[in-house]
């Protein structure tokens, strides 16, 4: 079986997916509803919050390797986001941060 009409499937989702929000919300003359703009403001900072939670809830205190890459990590978003307030630059910061202490510390 081709994979073709499955690639063309997912292909026109995601394009329908990118399109709506501009079909739904893409007026010159309205700004953001005032729901999208509360999330906008808000969801950032309890994204880093959920990523805070899941990275520290296996910690081990046995060892420097167990704790400290999670808690540089952990430092690195905070300030970051706090800062620069850019999502993803504080999580993909965070993350190489965390993997070279771990690389360093195994």
Partial sequence: MSPLPQILVIALVTAALRLLPVLLLGGRDRGLPPTLLRLSQSLPGAIIG????????????????????????????????????????SVFSATAAYMALLQVLA
Avoid: E, I
Wanted: glycine share 8%; no cysteine; charged share 10%.
């Fill in 50 to 89: 959920f990523l805070v939670v899941y990275s520290l809830r296996d910690l081990a205190f046995t060892a420097l390797s167990g704790w400290l890459p999670a808690l540089l990590g952990v430092l690195v978003a905070g300030l970051l986001q706090h800062y620069r307030k850019n999502t993803l630059l």
